[in-house]
């Protein structure tokens, strides 16, 4: 009988289905939260030290249920917060991991409830794009942002909360600037995008006109403080269309310290494109990972806003089961999420662990010594009836 080459290929491939994943650092599940008598919202949070986990609980009657989860060992916090939603936009653990900040969709922008660990509600602020724990005046405060938009202005509104007296903001900063985000005072400027404390503007200075040269000055790098409305200059802006796109992707990420870039297709060598993690306005720095970067699929890059307490940016992706490296040795490899770790001053990037993910969609967060993992079906990404638990040793 003769057996085509087609045949004999399935067969070597069959045989050496999958690559060993023990160098991978596979994460051994701690524990799983479940809960049968409706689901888990698929919003969550790991805190950035790893002593709580937070996540929302939906009974079939729609009756919603905050849960503080330490994760050392000890009682769970259930707080009802049908009042406020049942549909969170988002879970997150201030900085320092003592406030979390549960929001909702509202007729202007977001409204935020901030609990500390306890499960103590410290109030409501209504209204607000996005929200950051800070302090101001010598005292724990948050700092809240705003921007609304009309057919002719723009203007920005930065709100500082006591969080102990969190009716009415304590201090109020207001930036307006015409539609296209131009402002006049204390120069003409562009503003580009707020720096993550929300307390300093990124802006370019317009340049002026010179009479002796009869021509236009260089535009120019400034940061004004929202604070005290100083503005400080910096230098010589050399190409003002690469600034602009820069302006733009910073922008849309308004609130995180740094921004990851990932371009170009996997190679056995890595990537034909680049691999870079932005600290401002045409101020880019290579990654340097120290695992092969070729195994993975790009698209599926996700870094997370909170850093870890040293600092680092936290991201994931997901193996390509055809990746070019395997591929290279007549070889596949099963589907998993690795978690990675960046040195923002280094550059330096390491795996820290992985999970297993054959297949579906996953959302994870990770503090500390933890991480958070919900699997959901691409029909129905709201939640799931449960939600993982594992340690990173």
Same mark, same amino acid.
């Given at each position: =009988? ?9 067969? !070597? ?10 160098? $991978? ?14 689901? %888990?919202?698929? &919003?969550?949070?790991v805190s950035p030290a790893g002593t709580h986990l937070a996540y929302i609980a939906v009974s079939s009657n729609g009756k919603a249920?905050?849960? +503080?989860?330490? /994760?050392?060992?000890?009682? @769970? ?11 969170? =936009? ?7 991991? *003592?406030? /979390? !900040? ?22 409501? %602020? #209504? ?8 302090? !101001?005046?010598?005292?724990? @405060? %948050? ?12 203007? &920005? ?13 304590? #201090? ?16 003409? =400027? $562009? ?5 993550? $404390?929300? =307390? ?11 009479? #002796? ?14 604070? @005290? ?12 269309? /690469?600034? $602009?796109?820069?302006? +733009? @992707? ?7 310290? &740094?921004?990851?870039? /990932? ?9 034909s494109g680049s691999f870079k993690y932005g600290l401002g306005i045409r101020n880019w720095k290579p990654v340097k990972p120290s695992? #092969? ?8 890059l996700k870094a997370q806003r909170t850093h870890s307490l040293k600092g680092d940016l936290i991201y994931s992706m997901f193996i ?23 040195? %923002? ?31 959901? &079906? ?12 594992? *340690?990173?040793?």
């Amino acid at each position: =009988m003769r057996i085509s080459r087609t045949l004999i290929l399935f067969l !070597f491939f069959s045989l050496f289905s999958f690559s060993s994943s023990a160098n $991978d650092n596979v994460l051994k599940r701690s524990s799983t939260m479940t809960f049968t008598e409706g689901y %888990i919202d698929s &919003h969550f949070a790991v805190s950035p030290a790893g002593t709580h986990l937070a996540y929302i609980a939906v009974s079939s009657n729609g009756k919603a249920a905050l849960k +503080i989860h330490p /994760l050392a060992g000890g009682k @769970t916090v259930s707080v009802d917060i049908t009042k406020f939603t049942n549909e969170p =936009m988002e879970i997150r653990f201030s900085s320092d991991s *003592r406030l /979390l !900040f549960v929001s909702r969709i509202a007729k202007s922008s977001k409204d935020w409830a901030v609990f500390t660990t306890a499960g103590i509600e410290k109030g409501q %602020i #209504k209204g607000s794009d996005d929200t950051v724990s800070s302090s !101001f005046g010598g005292k724990p @405060t %948050i700092t809240a942002y705003s921007l609304r938009k009309s057919t002719s202005s723009q203007v &920005h509104t930065v709100d500082i909360y006591d969080v102990d007296k969190m009716k009415k903001p304590v #201090k109020t900063f207001k930036i307006s600037a015409d539609v296209r985000g131009r402002m006049k005072k204390p120069e003409l =400027m $562009d503003i580009a995008y707020f720096s993550p $404390d929300y =307390m300093k503007v990124y802006v370019k200075i317009i340049g002026k006109y010179d009479k #002796k040269s009869d021509s236009k000055l260089p535009d120019v790098n400034g940061i004004f403080d929202v604070e @005290t409305s100083k503005l400080t200059r910096g230098k010589s802006i050399s190409n003002n269309s /690469l600034w $602009d796109k820069d302006s +733009i @992707t910073f922008s849309k990420y308004q609130g995180l310290t &740094h921004i990851l870039n /990932l371009t170009g297709v996997p190679k056995t060598s890595g990537t034909s494109g680049s691999f870079k993690y932005g600290l401002g306005i045409r101020n880019w720095k290579p990654v340097k990972p120290s695992y #092969k970067l070729g195994r993975y699929e790009f698209s599926t890059l996700k870094a997370q806003r909170t850093h870890s307490l040293k600092g680092d940016l936290i991201y994931s992706m997901f193996i390509d089961p055809q990746n070019p490296i395997v591929l290279k040795q007549m070889k596949s490899e099963e589907r998993f999420i690795h978690f990675f770790t960046l040195n %923002i001053k280094s550059g330096d990037s390491k795996r820290i662990g992985a999970v297993k993910a054959k297949d579906g969609l996953i959302r994870w967060s990770l503090g500390g010594k933890y991480v958070a993992v919900m699997r959901l &079906h691409k029909n129905w990404i709201i939640g799931n009836t449960s939600l993982e638990i594992y *340690r990173i040793d």
